[in-house]
C-alpha cells in the first residue's frame, strides 16, 4: 500500500473514533480550545511514526516537518507537539479499549496468558539517582535481562489465538519494584470461567476457594523445593506444557517491542510522557493489527 493511503487510511480511522468517542477525553474548556492543528492530526503523526520506526516524540516530528509537512501544513514546533501529544494519553488509553473490543468473539476460548515486562526510564548506575514520574516508577532489578533499573512494569494479559499473536485483554501499569504476585490479585476477579497460564513469578498462596468460585484455574511451572536438585519426570512434563502454552505473550512481547521499541522510555521526561510513550505505542501496535497493510 503507498504511504499516502495507509496515512489517509489511519487519518480516516482516528477522526472517525475521536468523533464519536475519544472527544470526551480531550475536550478543552478556554478561550484557546479551538486549534488549528487537531488532536486527530496529532494523534495521526504520532502513531504513524511508531509505526514507520521512529522511537520518540523528537525523531516522530522529524520525521513530520520533512516528509508530513504537505499533508500537515500547520504542524506546531517540536516544543508545542510535545505539550499536545502530553496531553492525549487518555485518548491513546480509549483508542486501545476501542481496537480491543472489535476483537472479541463469542467463539474464543477461555484461555489466557499473564506476563509483565519493563519499561525503563532509566537503568544501571542512573536508576538509583533517576525521579523522573516518580508518582508511579520506581526502582527494581529485572532477572531477565540481568540489570537494574527505574521505571514502571506493563502486566498485560492476553487471549491466546490459535497460530496468532495474542489478543490483549487487560494492561496494567504498575510501579517496577511491586512484586507481580500482589498485581495478579487485582486483576484475578476479572476473569471468569477461564484457564490462565503464567509463569512463577504470579504464583500465590493458596487460592483454591477464590478460583472454584469464579471457575478458574490458574497454571504456572513447578518450582523445585528446597534441597530438591532437580524435578521428577511429571513435574517436568507438566513445566514444558505451562511453558508451550505461555509462549505466544512472549512471542507478542518481542513483536510489540520489535514493532514500537517500547521498553526505552529513557528519553521520557514527565509522567504524562511516560503514560503517551506507552498507551500510544500500544495503541499504535493495536492499530497495526487491524491493518496489517500500514506496515507494508
Not at 493511503?5 to 484557546?32: A, H, M, P, S
Request: aromatic share 10%; net charge positive; hydrophobic share 40%.
Amino acid at each position: 500500500m503507498d504511504w499516502e493511503v495507509q496515512l489517509i487510511t489511519l487519518y480516516l480511522r482516528i477522526c472517525k473514533e475521536y468523533r464519536e468517542r475519544l472527544w470526551v477525553n480531550c475536550q478543552r474548556f478556554t478561550n484557546g480550545g479551538c486549534k488549528q492543528f487537531t488532536d486527530e492530526e496529532t494523534m495521526t503523526i504520532y502513531i504513524f511514526g511508531v509505526l514507520k520506526g521512529h522511537v520518540n516524540i523528537k525523531s516522530i516530528h522529524c520525521f513530520a516537518e520533512n516528509f508530513l509537512r504537505a499533508c500537515f501544513p500547520t504542524l506546531p514546533n517540536y516544543s508545542t507537539f510535545v505539550h499536545r501529544i502530553n496531553r492525549l494519553h487518555e485518548s491513546f488509553r480509549m483508542l486501545i479499549e476501542i481496537l480491543q473490543a472489535e476483537k472479541i468473539r463469542i467463539d474464543d476460548e477461555g484461555e489466557y496468558v499473564v506476563d509483565s515486562f519493563p519499561i525503563t526510564l532509566a537503568r544501571n548506575n542512573h536508576a538509583y539517582t533517576a525521579k523522573v514520574a516518580s508518582e508511579v516508577a520506581s526502582k527494581s532489578y529485572n532477572a531477565t535481562k540481568k540489570m537494574y533499573y527505574y521505571g514502571v512494569k506493563a502486566h498485560v494479559v492476553a487471549r491466546r489465538r490459535q497460530g496468532q499473536l495474542p489478543d490483549l485483554e487487560i494492561l496494567v501499569l504498575d510501579e517496577a519494584a511491586r512484586q507481580d504476585g500482589p498485581v495478579f490479585d487485582q486483576i484475578r476477579p476479572l476473569l471468569q470461567d477461564n484457564l490462565v497460564f503464567a509463569d512463577q513469578a504470579y504464583k500465590r498462596p493458596d487460592t483454591t476457594h477464590v478460583e472454584y468460585s469464579q471457575d478458574l484455574k490458574v497454571f504456572t511451572p513447578i518450582k523445585k523445593a528446597k534441597g530438591q536438585k532437580k524435578l521428577n519426570s511429571q513435574q517436568r512434563i507438566f513445566s514444558n506444557a505451562v511453558s508451550r502454552m505461555r509462549q505466544p505473550i512472549e512471542t507478542f512481547f518481542g513483536w510489540l517491542e520489535r514493532i514500537t521499541h517500547i521498553q526505552n522510555a529513557e528519553l521520557v521526561r514527565s509522567t504524562a510522557g511516560l503514560l503517551t510513550h506507552i498507551l500510544g505505542k500500544f495503541a499504535a501496535a493495536m492499530i497495526l493489527q487491524t491493518y496489517p497493510s500500514l506496515k507494508s
